[in-house]
């Protein structure tokens, strides 16, 4: 038998089947990895998130403590508290479990003995305008008086992880 142009031919389909296969596989392996770093980018954002919510959690806690008990909020005794199940103890012993949370006063790598509240100087904020807040002005205590506060709060997870809140606010009439 002769070799003719049609038996030449033979075998290269499966070249460029296997040719084709090839890219692929390439291709769905580019995906794959596309895709877990998106999930990683995805649960590191989550976290973050997370994060700074449980800070404005602190932030909110701290607030509400404020007409509490009819004291000054710098008299208010320092926030070690836990968010991931009510009514278990702080946290001095550190925070366990995946969902563990704790808010505490104060900054960041300070310990929870600091109430994190403080009045601020009037000489520092300047001249006050003529507009009045309407919010917060009844005030339980006499001496509060319209004073301005600062207010830090942090919230630390079970990984080590952490998010600070710094604000200032005028409180009492």
Do not use: W
Request: proline share 4%; glycine share 12%.
């Amino acid at each position: 038998m002769k070799n003719t142009p049609k038996d030449a031919a033979r075998g290269s389909v499966l070249l460029l089947v296997v040719v084709l296969l090839a890219v692929v596989t390439v291709l769905a392996m580019a995906a794959i990895g596309l895709s877990g770093a998106e999930r990683g980018a995805a649960s590191s954002f989550r976290s973050s998130e997370e994060l700074v919510a449980c800070a404005d959690a602190g932030r909110q806690y701290m607030l509400s403590r404020f007409r509490l008990l009819g004291q000054s909020p710098t008299q208010l005794t320092p926030t070690n508290q836990r968010l991931d199940v009510a009514g278990l103890p702080g946290c001095e012993g550190g925070v366990t479990g995946d969902d563990g949370r704790c808010i505490r006063s104060g900054h960041l790598g300070e310990a929870p003995t600091i109430s994190g509240v403080r009045l601020v100087p009037q000489l520092t904020l300047g001249r006050r305008s003529s507009a009045r807040d309407l919010t917060n002005v009844i005030a339980p205590a006499a001496g509060l008086g319209g004073q301005t506060y600062q207010v830090i709060v942090h919230c630390v997870d079970s990984r080590g992880a952490e998010s600070e809140v710094e604000f200032t606010l005028r409180f009492g009439l």
